[in-house]
T-cell receptor
Framework: DVKVTQSSRYLVKRTGEKVFLECVQDMDHENMFWYRQDPGLGLRLIYFSYDVKMKEKGDIPEGYSVSREKKERFSLILESASTNQTSMYLC??????????????FGNGTRLTVT | RKEVEQDPGPFNVPEGATVAFNCTYSNSASQSFFWYRQDCRKEPKLLMSVYSSGNEDGRFTAQLNRASQYISLLIRDSKLSDSATYLCVVPYSGGYQKVTFGTGTKLQVIP
């Protein structure tokens, strides 16, 4: 079974703090993703990585950056947290090997509150 | 047209009923589709993959209609434990291996 592990289940941070969200997957997947999920808006893609040190902006990258130094780890960074970044953050991974889009496997999420 | 659209519901159905959800998509080149289930305050979990005309897994059947560009999910003999939000997922028209999630259809199975 694919395991995607997010470092924190709940986080509370203050406005202006730098925040790191960590994600590790154990299935040697090439692709990793960061989404946020808000009521009524569904899942929105923040950033995507298809290889080590490669990253691509998603639909809402503003205020975020990412790092992928190792294949199994994908970090999301909030450079200066703001209250509108209060959300559920979901990390996911998938393989590139099938020729079709492969399903995403999610971590159990980090609920971030910025006060 | 949005990349993917779902009726948000809620669909309130009695135990044992059959219920179906549709999901329309705009990218006619899409080859693979997914249905995910999401319980309240939990992560989405893969329910079914759809790579050709359809797929069946026990009480769940997914159908793909390429001509009309929609996929459907049919749940037979609904159980209380089926209560969840069901997310439709289609390939992203703008990039490799990315997907777009629908906002989900909420199902409530009533005793």
């Amino acid at each position: 079974d694919v395991k995607v592990t997010q470092s924190s289940r709940y986080l509370v941070k203050r406005t202006g703090e730098k925040v790191f969200l960590e994600c590790v997957q154990d299935m040697d997947h090439e692709n990793m993703f960061w989404y946020r999920q808000d009521p009524g808006l569904g899942l929105r893609l923040i950033y995507f990585s298809y290889d080590v040190k490669m990253k691509e902006k998603g639909d809402i990258p503003e205020g975020y950056s990412v790092s992928r130094e190792k294949k199994e780890r994908f970090s999301l960074i909030l450079e200066s947290a703001s209250t509108n970044q209060t959300s559920m953050y979901l990390c996911a991974s998938s393989t590139s090997g099938t020729g079709y889009n492969s399903p995403l496997h999610f971590g159990n999420g980090t609920r971030l509150t910025v006060t | 047209r949005k990349e993917v659209e779902q009726d948000p519901g809620p669909f309130n159905v009695p135990e044992g009923a059959t219920v179906a959800f549709n999901c329309t998509y705009s990218n006619s080149a899409s080859q693979s589709f997914f249905w995910y289930r999401q319980d309240c305050r939990k992560e989405p979990k893969l329910l079914m993959s759809v790579y050709s005309s359809g797929n069946e897994d026990g009480r769940f059947t997914a159908q793909l209609n390429r001509a009309s560009q929609y996929i459907s999910l049919l749940i037979r003999d609904s159980k209380l434990s089926d209560s969840a939000t069901y997310l439709c997922v289609v390939p992203y028209s703008g990039g490799y291996q990315k997907v777009t999630f629908g906002t989900g259809t909420k199902l409530q199975v009533i005793p």
